[in-house]
């Protein structure tokens, strides 16, 4: 007996915008405030507490703005991680491919109407430009929901041989 088990994984570092930079430099800037402020105010005893506090509480949240994303594809089922400066990760779900409406390119116009009939919105790419951007539209917790994500080309091309029909490479 043959067995045509797919398995692939992609993993998709998502470059840091100008928005994220200014919000982690905010941050740090208002942890030095605030630190200040407590060293001022919270004495020799309540000032250093806070002040650890606020090291470990900014690292960390500083920290959590590195992402990535992995796409992972077993047979019919595609799982997105999000995977947190390289130390945390979390599922965020799992697709059936065989239950998804369609996957196209988010360029190809003639299935534009059909990516943007989409209620909620969830992008998992790298936020590069000049990259293969594709979108998968299907139900999520009861919403019509458009994935946006960045397969390699081996990718696409095993999502294809599970829902031939629906994905338009």
């Known amino acids: ?95 059936d491919i065989n239950e998804i409406d369609i996957m196209a390119n988010i360029n190809n116009d003639m299935y534009k109407a059909q990516l943007d009939r989409a209620e909620k919105t969830i992008d998992v790419s790298s936020n590069e430009e000049d990259k293969d951007i594709y979108a998968i539209i299907f139900i999520l917790d009861d919403v019509l929901t458009k994935l946006i994500f960045e397969p390699n080309e081996e990718m696409r091309k095993a999502i294809y041989r599970q829902a031939p029909s629906k994905v338009h490479l």
């Not at 994220?20 to 507490?49: D, S």
């Open 1 to 95: 007996m043959i067995f045509n088990d797919v398995f692939k994984e992609q993993l998709v570092k998502v470059k840091q915008s100008g928005k994220t930079t200014v919000k982690k430099a905010l941050l740090i800037v208002a942890a030095v405030i605030i630190g200040f402020l407590a060293l001022l105010l919270g004495g020799a005893f309540l000032g250093p507490i806070v002040i650890v506090a606020l090291v470990f509480g900014t690292s960390y949240l500083v920290k959590s703005m590195n992402l990535e994303y992995e796409y992972i594809l077993t047979n019919n089922e595609l799982d997105i991680d999000k995977i947190m400066n390289k130390e945390r990760r979390k599922r965020c779900f799992t697709i």
